[in-house]
């Protein structure tokens, strides 16, 4: 089974329904749903999320949305030694690097999903779209 990792920008596609990227993470979420992939994320992803989602939204509505999520997402840690990887990695963005650690840091991660491949080209993990996954990993 694999263990994927949830960037924030396609928990954001999930959440809004932004075509065309929603149906694919919607696809990967029916694949945990059926117990056929394991996802994980982190506060950071929802606290990101929270901050985007509460222009459009009331914060009750999102919170409602993020206690439906948690049922099927595993939350991984952000501790000390998370950010310290990230503070001495080589990632340019901070809070891509918190994730990426993060996501290593929980046993069994091998894939981390996002729109934005290119900004964990430093991962040591799997970085596929959800698009990409699904065509690697057809009905995993």
């Given at each position: 089974?694999?263990?994927?990792?949830?960037?924030?920008?396609?928990?954001?596609?999930?959440?809004?329904?932004?075509?065309?990227?929603?149906?694919d993470i919607a696809e990967i979420f029916d694949l945990a749903v059926e117990k056929k992939v394991m996802l994980h994320s982190s506060a950071?992803?929802?606290?990101?999320?929270?901050?985007?989602?509460?222009?459009?939204?009331?914060?009750?509505?999102?919170?409602?949305?993020?206690?439906?999520?948690?049922?099927?997402?595993?939350?991984?840690?952000?501790?000390?030694?998370?950010?310290?990887?990230?503070?001495?990695?080589?990632?340019?963005?901070?809070?891509?690097?918190?994730?990426?650690?993060?996501?290593?840091?929980?046993?069994?991660?091998?894939?981390?999903?996002?729109?934005?491949?290119?900004?964990?080209?430093?991962?040591?993990?799997?970085?596929?779209?959800?698009?990409?996954?699904?065509?690697?990993?057809?009905?995993?």
């Amino acid at each position: 089974m694999n263990h994927l990792f949830l960037d924030t920008d396609v928990i954001l596609d999930l959440l809004t329904d932004r075509k065309p990227f929603s149906d694919d993470i919607a696809e990967i979420f029916d694949l945990a749903v059926e117990k056929k992939v394991m996802l994980h994320s982190s506060a950071l992803a929802l606290s990101n999320a929270f901050y985007i989602l509460r222009k459009v939204a009331s914060p009750r509505k999102i919170l409602e949305q993020f206690r439906k999520l948690i049922t099927i997402v595993r939350m991984t840690e952000m501790n000390h030694d998370v950010v310290t990887a990230a503070l001495g990695s080589s990632f340019t963005d901070f809070e891509d690097a918190l994730q990426n650690f993060s996501a290593l840091q929980q046993s069994g991660i091998g894939i981390i999903l996002t729109r934005n491949t290119k900004d964990y080209k430093n991962s040591s993990l799997i970085v596929l779209s959800p698009e990409m996954y699904l065509r690697q990993f057809p009905a995993s």
